[in-house]
């Protein structure tokens, strides 16, 4: 089964909002990585983090990691329809799956 | 750079039929995967290999074989494919060790009947 677990599996938006997708361990991670597959598409690698607290930035995209590495987040702000898609928390931890993931969807 | 490809890009099989899906990248990657996408069960690992000469299960190996036939290429075979093993399948790459990103192929949409 899978050790990394997302939340919230579907995400429904309005344009222009923000909005949060988790990603939890039961057990300290060394790393998480963040995918986006666009429909019909395949997995696309966003970022990968490493440190503790640690927080990076892509455009309206935010990335954490956890102080205790066991949990992770992507905030997105201001949606647009380009962020439609699944996005997807892997750790090479576990080397077993991807989660489920957070499958997005933008009302316009 | 061609990255990841993947052959073919669609197959339809009768059950108890036999084919390999092909897999190659040309970025020198060490780790190859396989994974299977199915509505609702994110991507599950089949298979993976670590290093050149060596493969190990994932979450869902049953019903499927792999050949790491050289660092390029890595190959996925259903031996007697059956309906549970409608999917897509993605292939993709990694350098291996401790930064784990990973390259995905556009995928292989199969369909057993």
């Known amino acids: 089964g899978q050790q990394v677990m997302q939340i919230p599996q579907y995400q429904h938006v309005q344009e222009g909002e923000d909005f949060t997708t988790y990603c939890n361990s039961s057990?300290?991670?060394?790393?998480i990585q963040w995918y986006k597959q666009r429909p019909g598409g395949h997995p696309v690698f966003l970022i990968q983090?490493?440190?503790?607290?640690e927080v990076k930035k892509q455009k309206r995209l935010t990335f954490q990691f956890g102080e205790a590495k066991k949990n992770s987040s992507l905030h997105i702000t201001a949606t647009q329809t380009t962020d439609v898609g699944t996005y997807f928390c892997d750790s090479n931890d576990y080397k077993l799956s991807f989660g489920a993931g957070t499958t997005v969807t933008v009302r316009a | 750079n061609a990255g990841v490809t993947q052959t073919p890009k669609f197959q339809v099989l009768k059950t108890g039929q036999s084919m390999t899906l092909q897999c190659a990248q040309d970025m020198n990657h060490n780790s190859m995967y396989w994974y299977r996408q199915d509505p609702g069960m994110g991507l599950r690992l089949i298979y993976y290999s670590a290093s050149e000469g060596t493969t190990d299960k994932g979450e869902v190996p049953n019903g499927y074989n792999v050949s790491r036939l050289n660092k390029r290429e890595f190959s996925l075979r259903l031996e007697s494919a059956a309906p549970s093993q409608t999917s897509v399948y993605f292939c993709?790459?990694?350098?291996?060790?401790?930064?784990?990103?990973?390259?995905f192929g556009p995928g292989t949409r199969l369909t057993v009947l």
């Open positions: 993709a790459s990694s350098e291996g060790g401790n930064y784990n990103e990973q390259f």
């Open positions: 983090l490493v440190k503790s607290g």
């Open positions: 057990t300290t991670l060394s790393n």
